[in-house]
């Protein structure tokens, strides 16, 4: 029975090491994210994040959003239009500016980037949107 326990404690206790600690500062962020995206995103890339086929592009396991961190900041703070390449697949569209604020973009950024398949290691913050320039 010992044996047992001890096994039983050891699995535990490698379980809980190989567990990720994320920041509660990003935890909170994505929460707050995942309500901006559920407000003003959703209707366009859905609540899988796969968009839709040949009209808006996938958010989930996207190449371009992991790529390219400051372009993709920009087309949340400031929309914009025209081709982008996204997994391969080529959209030709407009993304309408949503006027939101540089918290509300560095959470939205934030739930986009922990989301469906997506794993980013930095916390887009407030500070680095206010940096991008129109």
Not at 19 to 39: M, V
Not at 101 to 118: A, F, Q, R
Request: net charge negative; hydrophobic share 35%; glycine share 8%.
């Amino acid at each position: 029975m010992k044996k047992y326990i001890v096994l039983l404690v050891l699995v535990a206790s490698g379980l809980s090491f190989s567990c990720e600690k994320q920041n509660p500062e990003l935890t909170a962020s994505i929460e707050r994210g995942k309500a901006i995206y559920n407000d003003f995103c959703v209707v366009c890339h859905m609540d899988t994040g796969l968009g839709i086929e040949n009209a808006f592009p996938p958010l989930a396991q996207s190449d371009y959003l992991l790529n390219n961190r400051e372009k993709s900041i920009h087309m949340v703070k400031y929309g914009g239009s025209g081709e982008i390449i996204v997994n391969g697949e080529k959209y030709i569209g407009a993304m309408t500016n949503l006027n939101l604020t540089n918290k509300e973009v560095s959470d939205v950024m934030n739930y986009i980037l922990n989301s469906w398949g997506n794993k980013s290691g930095d916390m887009v913050t407030e500070e680095e949107v206010a940096k991008v320039e129109k």
